[in-house]
Nanobody
Framework: QVQLVESGGGLVQAGGSLRLSCAAS????????MGWFRQGPGKEREFVAA????????YYSDSVKGRFTISRDIAKNMVYLQMNSLKPEDTAVYYC????????????????WGQGTQVTVSS
């Protein structure tokens, strides 16, 4: 079973940057596609970004494309989300998740989830 622990959230002003990290506990991590989702106040959980097992392919929601970058370090069992040009509407709890199959954009495809890290962007 893969355990995921996010870190790096916090309070930042609009236009600022944050880097989220996700540490995976299992060496089989390299077999999983990884994704970031977020859930804002009163909103449903939404897809943010994903990266396939080899890190050759990345995917982004339209709302973050060009501002966020997902990456992974397979040797360190880590996944990152670099967030630039942050906006107040990016305020949410951000979750790291792992999946083997299914559509990377659907939360139902993911098998393991972290506990989330809060990102707050002030205007």
């Amino acid at each position: 079973q893969v355990q995921l622990v996010e870190s790096g959230g916090g309070l930042v002003q609009a236009g600022g940057s944050l880097r989220l990290s996700c540490a995976a506990s299992d060496h089989t991590f390299s077999s999983y596609g990884m994704g970031w989702f977020r859930q804002g106040p009163g909103k449903e959980r939404e897809f943010v970004a994903a990266i396939n097992w080899s890190a050759r392919n990345t995917y982004y929601s339209d709302s973050v494309k060009g501002r966020f970058t997902i990456s992974r370090d397979i040797a360190k069992n880590m996944v990152y989300l670099q967030m630039n040009s942050l906006k107040p509407e990016d305020t949410a709890v951000y979750y790291c998740a792992a999946h083997i199959g299914g559509n990377y954009a659907f939360a139902q495809s993911y098998d393991y989830w972290g506990q989330g890290t809060q990102v707050t962007v002030s205007s």
